[in-house]
């Protein structure tokens, strides 16, 4: 990794539950009312080279997109830092103070207003910081346009002229108008068509190699996250439990829940000889309101053992440039330390 | 084997206000018993309209305007409606791609899963719960006799959708239509219902039709697949042999397109424009203007070519010899 331009310093966000007087004392009386938070965030700590793109991958719940948010700065932590390029991303108060982080996010039919053209969706974010004047807006906006490979006239039309692919390429136009270093990107594709798909990993490709951006790409694609990012990082309830250069991790992943993970993404079969026996992992992810204990896998690993009901394990660097957090690379499952 | 299932030039169309979308049209193929069948293409290449138009379910202003679906010796398409309700959720069921909107949110999963082994066998609460418990535990859920008391929002997104196939699975039908089924649910559990469903087509002999625009879930799980693009199937033949050896242009620029089979980092081989409006196709093959190999002949509509088990409506088909 180069140097870092984004770093996140032991994040925690945690939601509680918002309870009317009626609610609590229901709850104190012994009512059923849901009075724990939930643990997104727990404790996480990254950094983010320049011109670096980190994959962030986890399955639904464990936090990624609340992460995302917090690294983008339109979201406060309960607690930790962020910053970029050395200088915190929010004041005391939870308000951005950069504009140098931008966010694309998974559905470009919600994220776009319906109401003004697409024109004024991209100048609206640039002409309010200063970045260009209302008078040169409309070539400002259809600078991006054509940058993100869309007719500069289509900048006097409404989102709902364009189709899924051509309004993801406005959502990311939008993003680059406020010239970010950095671009968190949240499901960019999840929503779009396959044959789209391809169309803007190759933009996001090649605006990185353009513009020398910096992207967190949230994904639970696990095959577009190997096509797009130099490292990766796994996220279960709340934690980072594995991190290092992408094809390292995929090839020889070392977390038990990585394992898991990478054998349950369906292969594109060719052969019948390949229709091998498969056995996905059992249960389902844990509720985050109530976390198990020591290690968050341990309720389905089956490589379980005493020690990480009870330990929450810490990341080691089981190889140079990787770390994963598992009891089975510092000391074993066995008892307790 | 005799088909179970026999459709031929299935034709629904959309009579809107903007013009006639032909939603589907000219559709056919067969389905023998136990056989699963992948129905593959993206949004609006009337894959999901071909599964609702088999048993009924198109609403208006839409109809099915042309063709015969043959089952178990009658034809669905002419068959009035009171007959074709004994055969929906009994012969033939669906399994929708959200379960949350399929359950009814006010009812536990016993009471409604009684409602339908009730409304197609007279049975006592007893025997029809019964069924539903042994329902429940052929589809991996644990401790079916407790999750019968459940409600819909007590239960995850990957249980709810485990009922709804266990209520498609009631009646043991013989054909199950299964649109996105897993596309909401995350890998690891998407990878458990997928392991669950060969388990169970081949323990009962069920045939599934399996609507999906992932061609990766559906290559290690159906024995065919049918690809379909605006309406039309462009290509269909044996999964493994397709998905080896595209002879469409739409198929091998789906599969081109995908991350995994290219290196890391470069740019991905990328099917150009995006899918055409039914309501003003061009004439001709409607992949033509995204297809590198296209020329003046596909200005006509290509015929269906047939050979070796499979079919392909293309002038200039990959891998046959001119």
Redo the contacts between chains.
Sequence with gaps: MSDPIMTLDGVVKRFDPRLSLGDRIAAAIGGDVETRSVQAVRDVTLAIGKGETLGLVG??GCGKSTLGRIAAGIMKPTAGTVRLAGAPVMDAAGGKLTTRIQTVFQDPFASLNPRITIGETLAEGPIAHGLVTPAKARDYAAQWLDLVGLDPSYASRYPHQF?G??RQRVAIARALAMQPEVLVCDEPVASL???????I??LL??LKRELGLTYLFIS?D???V???SERVAIMYLGRIVELGP??SVYETPQHPYTQ??L??????????AD?AE?????G??PSPLAPPTGCAFHTRCPHAGPRCAVEQPGLVAPMPGRLAACHLLAGGVGKAA | MSALLEVENLATHFFTRAGVVKAVDGVSFSVRPGQVVGLVGESGSGKSVTGYSLLGLVDPPGRVVGGSIRFEGQDLVTLPQDRLRAIRGRRISMVFQDATATLNPVLTVGEQMLLVVKAHEALSDKAGLSLALDALGRVGIPDPASRLRSYPHQLSGGMRQRVAIAIALLHRPALVIADEPTTALDVSVQAQIIHEMRELVRTSGTAVIWITHDLATVSSLADDILVMYAGRVVESGPTRTILRSPRHPYTLGLLDSVPSRNPPGVDLPQIPGSTPSLLSLPPGCPFAPRCGFATDVCREMPAVSQADGRTWRCHHPRGVAA
């Design positions: 399955e639904s189709s692919g051509q068509d396959v044959s789209i798909q391809a169309q990993v190759n490709l090649k639970h696990l095959g577009v190997r096509h797009i992408t094809l898991a993970l054998a349950s993404v369906p292969r594109l079969v060719t052969s019948d229709l498969f056995k996905p992992i059992a389902e992810i």
